[in-house]
């Protein structure tokens, strides 16, 4: 898994877990102060946010336990996968384009980083040089032929 990432995960964890056990308690002992649960809105805001905070930080527990499970020996050497650095020709923009294929966190498209989960990702994992894809995006169909690959192996090589 790539460090930060895993660090920007484990702030997060961090930041709610703390929000869980010190601050909401102590918001939710302040309503009940107040009397009348029943119209208390402090109260109510509370203990939505606690099943919100509760949500959340199962879902980022979960993430981290599927990222710690990548396993960079089963990401192919010839083909597309996590991590690739690929130029592709898009014949729809009659243009190159550069993307690197990452993970949903760490994905910026005005940057060239593309998840794995996005369409266009979905569409290159698996190619080779010379193998032409079509991609349907928001925006339409698109034709890609990939002209150059380098692999999360050729980069950890360097």
Same mark, same amino acid.
């Given at each position: 898994?790539?460090?930060?990432?895993?660090?920007?995960?484990?702030?997060?964890?961090?930041?709610?877990?703390?929000?869980?056990?010190?601050?909401?308690?102590?918001?939710?002992?302040?309503?009940?102060?107040?009397?009348?649960?029943?119209?208390?809105?402090?109260?109510?805001?509370?203990?939505?946010?606690?099943?919100?905070?509760?949500?959340?930080?199962?879902? *980022?527990? #979960? $993430?981290? +336990?599927?990222?710690?499970? @990548?396993?960079?020996? /089963?990401?192919?050497?010839?083909?597309?996968?996590?991590?690739?650095?690929?130029?592709?020709?898009?014949?729809?923009?009659?243009?190159?384009?550069?993307?690197?294929?990452?993970?949903?966190?760490?994905?910026?498209?005005?940057?060239?980083?593309?998840?794995?989960?996005?369409?266009?990702?979905?569409?290159? *994992?698996? #190619? $080779?040089? +010379?193998?032409?894809?079509? @991609?349907?995006?928001? /925006?339409?169909?698109?034709?890609?032929?990939?002209?150059?690959?380098?692999?999360?192996?050729?980069?950890?090589?360097?």
């Amino acid at each position: 898994m790539p460090e930060k990432i895993k660090k920007k995960l484990e702030e997060e964890i961090k930041l709610l877990e703390h929000e869980l056990t010190t601050e909401l308690p102590a918001e939710i002992k302040k309503a009940v102060a107040l009397g009348d649960l029943s119209e208390n809105a402090e109260y109510h805001m509370a203990k939505q946010r606690q099943v919100f905070v509760n949500a959340r930080l199962g879902q *980022l527990k #979960k $993430r981290m +336990g599927e990222l710690a499970l @990548v396993n960079l020996v /089963n990401i192919p050497h010839d083909k597309v996968g996590f991590g690739a650095t690929v130029v592709v020709f898009d014949s729809s923009k009659n243009e190159e384009i550069q993307y690197k294929l990452v993970t949903s966190e760490e994905s910026d498209v005005s940057q060239g980083l593309i998840s794995t989960t996005s369409p266009i990702g979905r569409a290159l *994992l698996g #190619k $080779r040089v +010379g193998d032409v894809t079509v @991609v349907v995006t928001p /925006n339409g169909k698109r034709e890609l032929e990939v002209l150059k690959l380098t692999t999360i192996h050729d980069t950890t090589e360097e």
